[in-house]
């Protein structure tokens, strides 16, 4: 590798570094709230339907968890979702010839995981705008945009303002903000959401879901729009925002909210389940002792048995399901399919931050952990962000493990479903 070559390598690391652990405060200064979802968004009451006994109560109220979502505050993920694209431009930053085009074809790939992933329930739709808008600003002057809610809501509305007289913002629920390379303040592409009240409004429409791109974009590719979006409709990170922490140590590769650019980006089965994608039919629920089986379908096809969910008590589950190369895998050495065993709850929010927006303690816990078969034993050859957690899977007849009770045994592998024993003590 060249000198140049390892300088971009180490580049990308640290910006993807710079999404990963999105900012915060030095050590010595007091815990801001990450930028994906400030307190202040999430002011509105915890939804406390709970249908099914599997669901998982959600202790306090605010920001992105595993629990039933508020949609008063989040966006719902069904019917038709539209979202508008813009373009703006500075006084101090200008795009190159082509980058409009770029990203356009870049995140035209977006809906399309969307449509898959829901099992087309959810019918997303970008609209991309024709031509740059210009903020008569500085980009500089919107520094901070990433861990201030208001700073943000202060590009998002000068975003929308330059942009007013030729779209009509009445017919899009989520404003996306693309600014030119080269406006260097942009570094990473926080989501944005406000309570009722607290957004922009245009054209009669209040504008309460947003996220504005950065550089990162580079490194991620069009499911950084996936990832984000997520965020809007309630899905929590899946990965560390403690910088010290091993940052994609809890699900790996295994669900777009972590590691962006795995190899198995589909959602995790309870994520379609919160989002309203898969029926109460489709989740097996055990809330008792005793061992009973389960086939599974696999999660990227429609239909049938999607998790076994034990409600091992409080904020507190263990799923089951089964994972197959789907339309929105990628075949590879660093995704063994398999059934995938994880543990989930509700004690704390997006990025293992507890209530009150803390830097999370290093080790977790986190929203998501899956139970790895292999434990200390890394897919070597794999990122390293992934190799840990690639061969989680029971893949094999007889494969075991056992998490808080609860045991999970293979038993056979007609076709692509796959039959476990699941038992509780
Ligand atoms: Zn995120």
């Not at 740059?132 to 945009?145: E, K, L, M, S, V």
């Not at 295994?254 to 994520?271: C, E, N, T």
């Not at 055990?286 to 990227?300: K, V």
Request: glycine fraction near 10%; aromatic fraction near 8%; charged fraction near 10%.
């Amino acid at each position: 590798m060249s000198l140049s070559a390892r300088v971009r390598a180490t580049l990308a690391v640290v910006l993807a570094g710079t999404l990963v652990a999105p900012a915060l405060p030095a050590p010595a200064a007091p815990a801001a709230p990450p930028a994906e979802g400030p307190p202040s968004a999430a002011a509105g009451p915890a939804r406390s339907t709970l249908v099914s006994p599997c669901q998982l109560p959600t202790p306090v109220t605010g920001w992105q968890h595993e629990g039933p979502t508020n949609y008063a505050t989040w966006l719902p993920p069904s019917g038709t979702v539209r979202g508008i694209v813009l373009f703006v431009d500075f006084t101090n930053a200008a795009p190159v010839s082509g980058e409009r085009a770029g990203r356009t074809s870049m995140f035209g790939a977006a809906p399309n995981f969307f449509a898959d992933s829901s099992y087309g329930a959810l019918n997303f739709q970008l609209t991309f705008d024709t031509a740059w808008r210009h903020i008569p600003q500085p980009h500089t002057a919107f520094a901070g945009y990433n861990t201030s809610f208001s700073a943000q809501r202060s590009y998002l509305a000068a975003a929308v303002a330059a942009a007013n007289s030729a779209i009509d913002f009445s017919l899009y629920q989520i404003v996306y903000v693309v600014p030119p390379k080269s406006a260097g303040s942009f570094t990473n592409s926080p989501a944005w959401v406000a309570a009722p009240g607290d957004g922009v409004t245009a054209d009669g429409a209040e504008l309460r879901h947003a996220v504005t791109f950065g550089q990162d974009v580079d490194n991620w590719g069009y499911k950084i729009l996936n990832h984000e979006t997520g965020h809007l409709f309630g899905l929590p990170d899946l990965y560390s925002y403690n910088n010290a922490d091993s940052i994609h140590r809890a699900v790996g590769g295994w669900d777009v909210m972590g590691l962006i650019s795995a190899r198995a980006p589909d959602l995790f089965a309870w994520h379609k389940w919160k989002a309203g994608w898969l029926a109460d039919s489709q989740i097996d629920c055990r809330t008792t002792t005793g061992s009973a089986p389960a086939t599974l379908t696999p999660l990227g096809a429609t239909g049938g048995t999607k998790a076994v969910v034990v409600h091992t008590g409080g904020n507190t589950a263990v799923v089951v399901e089964n994972r197959q190369v789907s339309t929105l895998d990628v075949a590879s050495g660093c995704f063994q399919p398999g059934v995938l065993v994880y543990r989930v709850t509700t004690a704390v929010f997006s990025g293992g931050a507890w209530p009150g927006g803390n830097v999370p303690p290093i080790g977790g816990p986190f929203p998501v952990e899956v139970v790895d078969r292999t434990p200390g034993s890394d897919v070597t050859t794999c990122s390293a962000d992934e190799k840990a957690l690639v061969n989680a899977t029971l893949t094999a007849i007889g494969h075991t493990v056992t998490y808080s009770g609860v045991t999970v045994q293979l038993t056979a592998t007609p076709g692509n479903n796959r039959e476990v024993s699941v038992t509780v003590v």
